[in-house]
């Protein structure tokens, strides 16, 4: 079948093979009974193990119930298979602030510092809890966070969501690299699920890096990130590739034939000048820029339609994974938003962190019980 396991030693839906499509919910907790927002993750424990074999949300299901009562699902996915929907949770840093919880804040999970050229809108940024929703039919990532939604009333309300279609990133060597709205390949020089020994080092928290509750877990970096495409559709062919730094057909790094070769930092051309620019995408990204610096990218295409101005609303909701922020996205953004000289061309708009824990054990754990 093309369903993913739920339980595991790490969540689903981060080195999973990315799925063609996403919706991404942030929640904010409205209750301040701390045994409903428990009680809540239980049902919604429950609901996703079985959205994610491809089975209704409730036991009973969307048809089969009393005609009095409203249905235990909505009733979009009825037919449909379970599309490798996966489902993650993460928890946000202003979570802790309440529920008694102040004391298991990992240090990792403090706010993200301002970063020169954000142009943030706080009604899209953070959220107490959040849940990526990642599947191969649009429907069926919809009908989960749909669904979660629903059972939450009363006890969450939706903060912001984001549906994404076309990966922008490979996660496994098994998978052909994807293209972003620039047009560019995305995701060559990726984490992959086949390098066990560079996700130990750079995507889960290892013991002792923080609480426990952690361990085996991974922070997520979300940032909704508008790309100006009608600006990039007007720049020369050349000037593209040298604000990424690498070949638009092939996504060779410039100056080189293949697409996985390594980058060229140092080889200069007929003029004296560095052939990749100081300025480049995959310079001022790149791991020996940053202190080795490495993280699980993940993230997807959107278009919300237009502005009303004749402009697509479109870019990428950048999605990573990392063992700590701190020493992966943090200073990897700093660098690039410094100089990169693809922020002609984009503007951050939203910005999240959260917590994600690692995998359930079992039919008896539930989501944050190693918290509450
Ligand atoms: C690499 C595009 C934002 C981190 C790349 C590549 C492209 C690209 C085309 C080369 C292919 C690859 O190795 O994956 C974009 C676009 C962005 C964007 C269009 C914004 C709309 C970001 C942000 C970060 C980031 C916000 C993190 C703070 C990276 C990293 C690499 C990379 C770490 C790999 C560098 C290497 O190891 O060679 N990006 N990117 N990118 N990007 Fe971005």
């Not at 996700?199 to 609480?211: C, I, K």
């Not at 590739?241 to 080889?267: N, Q, Y």
């Not at 995408?281 to 009303?308: E, I, Q």
């Not at 910005?351 to 054990?361: D, W």
């Amino acid at each position: 079948t093309d369903a993913v396991a739920f339980t595991g030693e790490h969540q689903a839906g981060i080195v999973t093979p990315a799925q063609d499509r996403l919706h991404f919910v942030a929640f904010d907790v409205i209750t301040k009974d701390r045994d409903r927002l428990v009680q809540l993750l239980k049902d919604w424990t429950a609901a996703a193990a079985r959205m994610t074999q491809g089975r209704d949300a409730g036991e009973i299901g969307a048809v089969a119930g009393i005609p009095e009562a409203p249905p235990d699902d909505t009733g979009e996915a009825i037919g449909l298979p379970a599309a490798a929907l996966t489902l993650t949770i993460g928890f946000g840093p202003s979570l802790f602030r309440r529920f008694g919880l102040g004391a298991r804040q990992p240090a990792a999970l403090a706010p993200l510092p301002k970063f020169t050229g954000d142009t943030l809108d706080a009604s899209l940024c953070d959220g107490d809890i959040a849940i990526q929703a990642c599947a191969n039919d649009p429907q069926v990532a919809v009908h989960a966070i749909r669904n979660l939604a629903r059972i939450g009333m009363g006890v969450v309300s939706v903060r912001w969501s984001q549906l994404g279609f076309g990966r922008t990133s490979s996660t496994s060597t098994g998978q052909a690299t994807p293209r972003n709205l620039f047009g560019f390949k995305d995701g060559t020089r990726n984490l992959k699920a086949e390098e066990p020994d560079l996700l130990r080092e750079h995507l889960w928290v290892q013991p002792g890096d923080g609480p426990d509750w952690m361990t085996g877990g991974s922070y997520l970096v979300t940032r909704k990130i508008r790309m100006l495409v009608e600006t990039w559709d007007r720049s020369p062919l050349a000037e593209q590739e040298m604000i990424i730094g690498r070949t638009k057909g092939i996504g060779a790094p410039v100056g080189m034939a293949d697409e996985f070769d390594d980058v060229d930092f140092t080889s200069v051309g007929a003029d004296g000048e560095p052939l990749l620019a100081p300025v480049a995408h995959v310079r001022l990204a790149h791991p020996d820029t940053n202190n080795g610096a490495r993280m699980l990218r993940r993230g997807y295409n959107f278009v919300d339609g237009s502005d009303g101005l004749g402009r697509l609303n479109a870019g990428l909701f950048f999605i990573a994974y990392q063992r700590d922020p701190r020493t992966a996205f943090i200073p990897v953004q700093r660098s690039l938003s410094g100089r990169d000289e693809l922020n002609e061309y984009i503007r951050h708009v939203s910005s999240a962190l959260f917590a994600c824990p690692p995998g359930l054990s079992g039919p008896s754990d539930f989501w944050g019980k190693a918290l509450f």
